[in-house]
């Protein structure tokens, strides 16, 4: 057996009533966990897209897009590693003002994690966080063993490939000028 890889899956199609739960039950037949998941308009227009993370071998991703790319409302679906993504997260982290301001060098805490204050009042004070995983796991660690975390939430990934143009974008182009060719 090979070792499980995160991948990250991007699912391009129309913004329809019940992809997402045709879309979970392929990672669910297959017994696989959902990571993280987003979903948001692309650059596209009409087009949506899914980024999905998911722990598993190559062959099994490789399935999985096949599946995926089954379902009727699906323009296409793509797997990728970390090394061709550009990806972040963002955390938000809710702490009591009272114990924030205990923190003997708060700039410097917000300075080493390149985190942000968005909010502060008697009672608490939120912080944000934009980074990958490891970042934001190693801020909320810090917080909690420091003051404590009254609330934390992270995002699903969201994530672009390094090409040039989104990929879909290519077999578009190859569908429109095979159209064109049938029509001439």
């Known amino acids: 057996m090979q070792d499980k890889t995160l991948y990250t899956i991007t699912i391009f199609s129309e913004n329809t009533v019940g992809l997402l739960s045709q879309v979970t039950s392929v990672f669910t037949r297959r017994q696989l966990n959902i990571e993280t998941l987003s979903v948001s308009a692309s650059a596209l227009e009409g087009i949506h897209k899914f980024t999905v993370t ?36 963002i955390a938000l982290y809710k702490l009591s003002t009272q114990e924030f301001l205990k923190i003997e060098s708060v700039e410097e805490l917000i300075r080493k994690h390149n985190a942000r204050i968005l909010d502060i009042n008697e009672n608490s004070v939120v912080l944000e966080k934009t ?27 969201v994530a672009i490939t390094k090409s040039k143009i989104e990929r879909l974008s290519d077999m578009l182009e190859e569908i429109d000028a095979k159209r064109k060719a049938v029509n001439n």
Request: net charge negative; aromatic share 10%.
């Open 54 to 89: 998911v722990f598993c071998d190559e062959e099994t991703v490789k399935k999985v897009v096949l599946q995926i790319d089954k379902r009727v409302d699906v323009l296409k679906s793509y797997f990728n590693t970390n090394e061709e993504l550009i990806h972040q997260e």
């Open 131 to 157: 980074g990958h995983y490891q970042e934001t796991q190693e801020l909320f660690e810090e917080l909690s063993k420091t003051i404590g975390v009254l609330q934390f939430i992270r995002s699903g990934r």
